[in-house]
């Protein structure tokens, strides 16, 4: 049995077993509202606003080390290639910055408590 066909019909055993959609009932359709207790909420906002300025400080310190490494190997006459680590940095700055923004869009302000603005 090749690989292929193995994972194809481990797809398919897993697909066959999955639950069908519950029953609405006979109110209407399902609505949960994904709401976190609230000391969770508070603490995974706090650690992904330590993480994003974590994320931050280190895209700073990123392009700073390697400005400084680019200005002595040019002092020094070598040729090194630096931009090719400027433009990485800069990438995970790109990455940093638009991560929040990003996954409030796919999710819609799932995050939202009920009764309050998006």
């Known amino acids: ?10 797809a398919a055993y897993l697909f066959a077993r999955l639950p069908m959609a519950p029953d609405p009932g006979p109110g209407g359709g399902i609505n949960p509202t994904p709401n976190a207790p609230g000391q969770l909420n508070t603490l995974v906002n706090k650690l992904l606003g330590l993480i994003a300025w974590a994320g931050t ?3 700073v310190a990123g392009v700073l080390i390697t400005g400084t490494m680019m ?4 002092k020094r006459g070598e040729s090194s290639e630096h931009m090719s680590r400027l433009g990485l940095v800069l990438g995970g700055c790109i990455l940093v910055a638009v991560a929040g923004p990003l996954a409030n869009f796919f999710l819609g302000g799932a995050g939202t408590t009920a009764g309050q603005p998006q």
């Open 1 to 10: 049995m090749t690989f292929t066909s193995l994972s194809q019909y481990a």
């Open 71 to 74: 200005a002595i190997s040019v």
């Open 57 to 59: 400080a280190a895209g």
